[in-house]
C-alpha cells in the first residue's frame, strides 16, 4: 500500500512529527536549562546531569534542540564549580559526536 | 494524576513558607553560609505567596503531616511517575495535557527538593536514583508519544 502513495505525500506528515517532537521537547528542555543558572552548584550539576541523559537516552533525534541548548553549555564551560564544568566538557563532547562537528566556534561566540 | 501534581506542589509550598519563616526569625548565621543564600532566594519567592499557604501549611503540620512525610511522599511520586512513563510506549496514558501539567512541577523538583532534604548527599541520592531518571524518561516518551497512531 505504501508503495502507492507518491514520495511527496509522505514528506509532509514526517515534517509534522518533528515539529510535534519539537513542540513537546522544547518547553522540558528549556525548563531543564533554565534550572542550569541556579545559585546553587548542585542544582546546576543535577540539571546539567539530567540534560545529557536526554542526549545519552534519546540521541539522534533530540538533537533538534542542539541550538537552544548550546548558549548554556557555553556559560557553563566558565562555571566556578569544577564538577559542573567537568560534566559540561563532557556534554559538548556527546553533542559533538551526535552532531558529527566540532562545536569549538559555536561555543565561543 | 491531580494528586501526582499536587503531592509534589505541596512540597514547593511548604519549602517555601519554611524558607520565609527562617527568614523571618533568625540572623544569617556564618556557619550556614550555604543555606542562607539559597534561604534568600526561597524567601524572596515566598514573599509572594498568599499568607493563606502559610495557614495552610500550619493546618497541614498539625494533622501530622511533616517534612519527613513530604520526602517520603515526594519520592513515592516520582517513583510512580518514573514506572508510568517506562509502560506508556504500550499503554497511552500519557498526553500534552498530562505532560504540561507534570514538567513545572517535576522539573521544579531540582531545585525545590534542594531545600527541602535535610542533607546535599540525600538530595544527590534522590536525583540521581530517581528524579532525574524520571524526567529523561518522560522526555524519551514523549519521543514516542508524537510517532505513536492515537495521537
Known sequence: MLCAVSPPFLIPSSLSLITANQTLWQPLNHAVLLKTRSRVALVRFSALKVVLGF???????????????????????????EHVERLTHQLSKLLEQLSGESLDDALKK | MDHCVSYLQWADLSVSCKAARKAHSREAPAAKKRRTTTTTTAAAAADSESSSEDAWLDAVTATGGSVRDQIAVCDQVVRALHQVFVVDAQLHFMGKEKFDRLLPVLVGQLEWSYYVRPSAEQYKTFVHALLAPAIVEMAALMGNFVCTPSS
Open chain 1, 55 to 81: 542526549y545519552e537516552k534519546i540521541r539522534e533525534p533530540y538533537i533538534v534542540l542542539l541550538p537552544e541548548t548550546l548558549p548554556f553549555v557555553a556559560e557553563l564551560m566558565q562555571d566556578t564549580d
